[in-house]
């Protein structure tokens, strides 16, 4: 059982910048690829980031490319997302999420546990 706790969230203007955080709990986070999504109230879950294993490969969204930074530190079990430049459109639940097995994805089923999500809400 892997738990996810997110944290990082709140309310920002636009242009202005937050950083998520998601703690892992487990031994073997190292192994595991993980991924950002994020959900708007009447949209589905959306890919927004997701970083592998070993740090080496990051994979975003087209809308948040270049505003947006993924990264690990496996020594604090820990995932961060950077969020620069901030639009009304990002504003959503933002959820992490852990792969057990395989690599660094866009699709939500393909990712094993979730965090319960924390909001961000960008002001015009």
């Known amino acids: 059982q892997v738990q996810l706790v997110e944290s990082g969230g709140g309310l920002v203007q636009a242009g202005g910048s937050l950083r998520l955080s998601c703690a892992a709990s487990?031994?073997?986070?190292?192994?595991?690829?993980m991924g950002w999504f994020r959900q708007a109230p009447g949209n589905g879950r959306e890919f927004v980031a997701a970083?592998?294993?070993?740090?080496?490969?990051?994979y975003y969204a087209d809308s948040v490319k270049g505003r947006f930074t993924i990264s690990r530190d496996n020594t604090r079990n820990t995932v961060f997302l950077q969020m620069n430049n901030l639009k009304p459109e990002d504003t959503a639940v933002y959820y992490c999420?852990?792969?057990?097995?395989?690599?660094?994805?866009?699709?939500?089923?393909?990712?094993?546990?979730w965090g319960q999500g924390t909001q961000v809400t960008v002001s015009s």
């Open positions: 999420a852990a792969r057990l097995t395989g690599y660094e994805s866009r699709w939500s089923d393909e990712y094993d546990y």
């Open positions: 487990g031994r073997t986070f190292s192994s595991y690829a």
């Open positions: 970083i592998s294993r070993s740090v080496i490969s990051t």
